[in-house]
């Protein structure tokens, strides 16, 4: 018989695990996104980076055609990445260029971890050249968008029919944390929980603030 042990699913993300892409969050793009509220895309845009900065995951930022067309990154990115310089292309498909490929051998990891604007082009390209080249690939869905729902989501179906795993950013964020218990990012994991993710953020600062006064009344 099988018998269970506390050892982890190595499909599970960690820090040391996975390089994380953040593709053309940019202005251009979102302003034809209707799959997602925009502010609700610039949230969890912000979860992501700062998870990812955070935890010091190696991280890539991309853009194309920032100049000319698309505009700057989205600031809740840059803010988090501070000494990180997007790498700036033409191509659609980011895993076709050069230089971003070039960073992705330089991180030497195997597990990809990616998010974008749009989903169906900016998302699935890279997605499906990484995946063909042995690479492990998660989708970070709610930090994604398109045009229209049913590009969205057919874009999420090509991606996990070929073998693509799907996730949110607050799994994302909650799954480098793991475990409570790690203090040296409890206040991280909050203080981002806290500020971008919603219902349950607001959780967190009710039930701090709740017992606190109940304890300092006692």
Known sequence: MTKMTTTPAPSLLTPENHTLVMIDHQPQMAFATRSIDISLLRTNSALVAESGAGFNVPT??????????????????????PGVTAIDRSIM????????????NAIGRNRLVLAGLWTSVCIVGPALTALAQDFDVH????????????AHDRAMDRMVQAGAVPMTSLQYLLELQRDWGRGETYELTGGIAKAHAGGYGLGMIYAKTMFGAQEGAQ
């Not at 498909?93 to 992705?104: I, K, L, R």
């Open 60 to 81: 890539i930022l991309t853009t194309v055609a920032e100049k000319s067309f698309s505009g700057p990154i989205f600031e809740e990115i840059s803010r988090a990445y």
């Open 93 to 104: 498909n980011a895993f076709e260029d050069q230089a971003v490929v070039d960073a992705v």
């Open 139 to 150: 989708v970070l869905a709610d930090a994604c968008g398109d045009v229209t729902d049913e």
